[in-house]
């Protein structure tokens, strides 16, 4: 019997594998496997930035058919066969909504992977949408994979359809050892794939260029990211924003991987300084003036066993080093953390249970440098006057990390289960806070400015930092509390003239002081379903 539910699960899994992937996107169900299979121990360790080019991908894939259980070899086999090159069409319909509003959703593209040389590769893909509603207006499913912030608002109309193009390409050089990488993509960066502090997979795609050494016991990677700056209210866009990124990795026991890493966010010039690979950003931020926002932070992955993984994630802007080595608690805490576990059990319907806490402290993702109350109040966003913000931890108007506001927490829990052939089952629930860290807290009483979002730096109106003899995390009277829980399905159905698929997502929502509005509580019942097609 058990060799039938092995074979049934190898099924399932190689449909899966034989979707239209592409490498260019970290949503690609590809890198979730990949991080299932390291923590079996059938991959040594993953390079933290993602996505992968083809030649590790071919790398990882063939250690996985050497090392790993059946279902998982032929997992990876069958991933290995749909990466061929070659370019292969996807056509996708479906609708999203929020109780009553249904939004229609037309999606035609053609993704694209070609190896033209075995050092050289692409990975590329283009999507054409028909959407009902304009960027910026959407409807968005919690967990679910949204086009939206990739696109640039510059529409065309077919009847009450908005068209929006959207195009993502990288090209890649080197081995798998050793390996660069350009392109217009999205990313991720750390031991949490899908929901990381440092770089989300949900962030819109930038401007990429990686390179990355991957050697037995240790790794180094370097980062550059091309930013879009929005100014005070999130809107608009400015260039010459970007980001450095840089982490060494160690594996310092068997199954036990430690890593140092650190960022700079910069714009209105080009910094060569800070691509030196082997330089320390803060130390090269003072060189250049201290005008910019430098971080650091540590991770970690720790394989306790063949099918359970702790992993840890802290990303610091600044803290109270003084205060804290005097014993004083009650100090900065500017950063964000997360820890998790995920288990990965070899056998049974379930595939992976993964938990985790993120914590997003007061002013985390914000800046020296946004525009005082005062100034905010000459701003107006319709006009030329509101000014590009180059310090924040924004990109196109939204948060390059977690997709949590400032001075919020989570407790998630996602599991992945293979019921019946060609079906894929995702339950999960999520438990949130989050308030305003300026409220009450004598930086102005004007809320519109002071509203702790990522515009909101936690400064007066003088410039003074109103968070630096105190931490205010979750202490507010008023709070927005969250409970979600979400189920997702997957049918996919190899045929010759095609894979066809159907996926159905469901969240309930429950929130209370939602928007931080005292007593506006209530429930909401958010979904999507599309069908697909693709080679």
Known sequence: ????????????????????????????????????????????????VRPYPPQLVEELLTSVMERGDGPSADAAAAYYH??????????????????????PVIRAGLAADFAIEDWLAVSLAYDAWALKQAVGEETLVPGVYSPYPDMVNDTSNIGSFIVLQNYNAVMSVGSGSLYFQAGLNRGSFGPFPDNGIVLGSQAPHAGHFSLVYRGHRWTASMLYLALSASNQFGTD????????????????????????????IYGDRFETLYLAPFNFLFQAQGVAGFYDNSLLGLQGTWRVSPDIKLMGQVYVDDIGFNDLAKLRFDTKYKFAGQAGLAWTPVSGPLSSLELDYTAIMPYMYTHNGNLSAADFANEDPSTANAKPIYSNYLHMGKSLGADLLPNSDRLSIRT??????????????????????????????????????????????????????????LTQSLLETTLRGSLGLEFALPTKLGRFALDADVVLEYGWNRGLVSGDCGLSVLYSISASWSL
């Not at 061929?84 to 509003?101: E, H, M, N, Q, S």
């Not at 010459?240 to 991987?257: A, C, Q, Y």
Request: with cysteine.
């Open 1 to 48: 019997m058990r060799k039938v539910y092995l074979a049934i699960v190898a099924l399932v899994v190689c449909v899966a594998g034989l979707s239209a992937q592409s490498l260019y996107d970290p949503y690609s169900t590809i890198y979730r496997d990949l991080d299932i299979w390291a923590g079996r121990g059938y991959i040594d360790s993953l390079p933290p």
């Open 237 to 264: 866009r400015y260039p010459n924003k970007h980001m450095v990124l840089h982490s060494f990795d160690f594996m310092v026991l068997p199954g036990l991987e430690l890593g140092f890493f650190e960022s700079v």
């Open 82 to 103: 749909a990466l061929l090159p070659g370019a292969r069409p996807v056509l996708k319909g479906g609708v999203t909504g929020v109780g009553d509003t249904v939004v």
């Open 416 to 473: 992945l289960w293979y019921l019946f052939p060609l079906t894929k089952l995702r339950l999960g629930a999520e438990f949130m806070h989050h308030g305003n860290a300026s409220s009450n807290s004598g930086i102005s009483n004007d809320t519109t400015f002071n509203n702790g979002d990522y515009h909101d730096d936690g400064r007066d109106d003088n410039g003074n930092a109103t968070f630096q003899d105190t931490t205010r995390f």
